[in-house]
């Protein structure tokens, strides 16, 4: 009984959530949206981030989710009702981080970046520097 439950919730959950995956490209970057790129330090160092991104890791160096500090940041950018868009080298980690926010922490209006940095780049868009903060 308690699988079955456990299930129905997943179900309903899943339901309720509204993952978007988009192609980037610097169409989908000129219109108004929060960013949050969830790459590592040295991964904005090296090529620059999007012009007015936030920087949040939700892995770490390591390839391990950091998702209560990652959240803790994330709160204090975007509510859970809110639209933003999440970025990383290629569009797998931000899958697996706006699935875990959709389906386990209630964010409503996730939109995963495919492509991410590295589609961006190979087609020219020229980044930010970052600079650490």
């Not at 981030?49 to 391990?64: L, P, R, S, V």
Request: aromatic share 8%; with cysteine.
């Amino acid at each position: 009984m308690k699988k079955i439950i456990m299930a129905i919730f997943a179900l309903i959950s899943f339901a309720n959530a509204d993952i978007r995956n988009v192609v980037v490209n610097k169409a989908i970057l000129s219109k108004p949206m929060k960013i949050i790129d969830i790459r590592t330090p040295a991964e904005w160092s090296k090529t620059g981030i999007i012009a007015g991104a936030h920087t949040i890791m939700f892995f770490d160096e390591k390839g391990n989710m950091k998702t209560d500090a990652f959240e803790a940041k994330l709160r204090k950018i975007v509510k859970k009702n809110e639209p933003f868009a999440l970025v990383c080298l290629t569009g797998s980690r931000t899958a697996v981080a706006s699935q875990f926010l959709s389906e386990e922490r209630g964010y409503e209006n996730v939109t995963n970046l495919q492509g991410g940095m590295s589609k961006l780049i190979r087609e020219g868009y020229k980044t930010t520097p970052y600079r650490g903060r």
